[in-house]
């Protein structure tokens, strides 16, 4: 094991309702991941589900795939991409699972026939709706899960990703990953694909991991994503939809599989259930020599306080990240966008000197791209830089994110800083964020982070009692307010006078009394005597 290696580690916490994945660089918090129980329906999960409705004006289906809300299929992604003509538009599509009949035929066997005969049938995306009906049934793949109020997003592309391949079970395609770059490498790598076993039809991409490994590996690789394609379709042909027929490996194997590299010196994890089924996944591919990094923490201190990673987890749920230098970044979720604003803080310069600024602004940059590793959010991405005249600048700060970037799991697109100074780029979003798995709108605001203050509350309830004595029925009546304690301490010093007026006016009887239990936006006029409540 190098030095480098050495540097990187993956702590996992188990527990029964909740696995967290932290991987430290330098024991600084570079990922995190959560995954719950009822995280469903999961991102690559494969689902049997039935065409409800299709809408042509958002030139998309949606498809029940027993979740809670139906799922989306843009009628571009009903096809594989890979059948489809070279056309720039798009529009014109090769079939190879284009479901033109409306029933499945009651013989289970005849399923993998009815596909064969789908394919090699062409027609444009305009003629989707007369292929496809509703209540028709429909293999599709997650590609993402449900966020806020919307579906999980479906697609046909069907995919079975392994430790070193990626099994495509309706296209030919064989490929590698484009962040393998030696060339030498990737001809010896082909010859390896094009040696394996792959019945027809079928295609394999090779996964950055495989860069390096022997044919053995890649033999076992495809022998497992066989038999669990093969599982599939037999469920397939004795279920009916809506149903999930694979579901993607949980947190615990997905480490191994997508976050074990050559690069990471230790796993580290709390639950003994866990080590074991990592250790001996690890020495399955890796031999003994790589299971020995899978370790099992015992310690009666939390994991993610022993490796100081619930302290680093705070700038996660902040709105605002400290910089090395003095200034800061101010993150902001919403729907359509996360606006990021770069602020000098307590280090800015009197003269403003471009070197000064340059340095925060890279500073920002490399802690954006954290922070969206972190936080798992994606989307359109959109930081408000401090304004920089060089070009030289400006260009150094956008290739500093895009080398920046490049590493990240999810797909992402930094375009050069506008003449606004505004830098913006696309993530790939496939789950909720990490804000939006932990916490739920609050009840109070409704999620705007804002409530009325103790001044706009007096205002409304003067109002609420000049209303209600102009009724000639309750002109002299006395009323008690119950209000909340902060907005009581309001009336009681800065509007007490306000208040001497308002009775002096009408002839009447004020009284107030605090209830903590109130919302803060909330108030209750009430009879003093009878208890009972007035309409406001």
Request: hydrophobic residues 35%; proline residues 4%.
């Amino acid at each position: 094991m190098t030095g480098k290696e050495s540097h990187k580690k993956i702590i996992l916490n188990c527990e029964k309702l909740e696995s967290r994945l932290a991987l430290l660089k330098d024991d600084r918090l570079e990922e995190y991941r959560i995954e719950r129980v009822d995280d469903e329906p999961k991102v690559g999960s494969i689902c049997f589900g039935r065409i409800t409705n299709l809408d042509t004006s958002l030139q998309a289906a949606f498809v029940n795939i027993g979740a809670e809300r139906n799922a989306f299929l843009h009628f571009h992604d009903m096809i594989p991409e890979s059948c489809r003509n070279g056309d720039d538009d798009g529009d014109t599509i090769e079939v190879t699972r284009a479901a033109t009949d409306q029933k499945r035929s009651g013989n289970p066997a005849e399923w993998k026939e009815r596909e064969a005969k789908r394919r090699r049938r062409k027609f444009t995306a305009a003629e989707i709706p007369e292929y496809f009906k509703p209540g028709q049934e429909i293999l599709v793949q997650v590609v993402k899960g449900q966020i806020s109020s919307k579906g999980a997003r479906v697609t046909a592309n069907i995919s079975l990703a392994g430790r070193y391949l990626v099994l495509m079970p309706f296209s030919d395609h064989i490929g590698l990953s484009t962040k393998i770059e030696n060339s030498a490498e990737r001809t010896r790598l082909k010859k390896i694909l094009s040696e394996l076993e792959l019945p027809e039809g079928m295609g394999l991409i090779c996964r950055t991991v495989g860069e390096g490994q022997k044919s053995l590996f890649f033999k076992r690789d495809l022998s497992l994503l066989l038999a669990a394609w093969n599982k599939l379709e037999r469920a397939i042909e004795t279920g009916r939809p809506p149903m999930t027929v694979y579901t993607e490996p949980d947190l615990i194997d997905r480490t191994v599989r997508d976050f074990m590299t050559e690069e990471i010196g230790e796993i580290i994890v709390d639950d003994r259930d866990a080590y074991r089924r990592i250790a001996d996944t690890v020495k399955a591919f890796g031999g003994r020599k790589l299971s020995s990094r899978v370790h099992l923490y015992e310690k009666a201190v939390p994991i993610f306080d022993e490796f100081k990673i619930k302290e680093q987890l705070k700038s996660v749920y902040q709105r605002q990240v400290r910089l090395p230098g003095g200034g800061w970044i101010c993150i902001d979720e919403t729907e359509a966008l996360i606006a990021i604003d770069v602020n000098t803080g307590r280090g800015r310069k009197a003269d403003d000197q471009p070197e000064f600024i340059l340095k925060t602004n890279l500073e920002a940059v490399a802690e954006v791209a954290r922070q969206l590793r972190l936080r798992n959010v994606g989307g359109l991405v959109v930081i408000d830089l401090i304004d920089m005249r060089s070009a030289r600048d400006r260009d150094e700060v956008c290739k500093q994110l895009k080398k920046l970037v490049k590493d990240d799991r999810a797909k992402t697109k930094v375009l050069p800083i506008s003449k606004l100074g505004l830098l913006e780029m696309t993530r790939q979003r496939e789950e909720e964020s990490i804000l939006d798995k932990v916490y739920d709108p609050c009840p109070y605001c409704n999620g705007t982070g804002l409530v009325k203050s103790p001044m706009t509350m007096s205002v409304e309830i003067q109002r609420a009692l000049n209303t209600f004595f102009r009724d000639k029925r309750h002109k002299h009546d006395p009323v008690r307010v119950i209000i909340h304690p902060d907005v009581l301490t309001r009336l009681r010093n800065e509007d007490s006078e306000l208040l001497i007026e308002l009775e002096n006016k009408y002839g009447s009887s004020l009284s107030f009394r605090a209830d903590p239990t109130l919302h803060c936006e909330d108030f209750r006029m009430v009879d003093p005597v009878t208890g009972t409540e007035f309409n406001k």
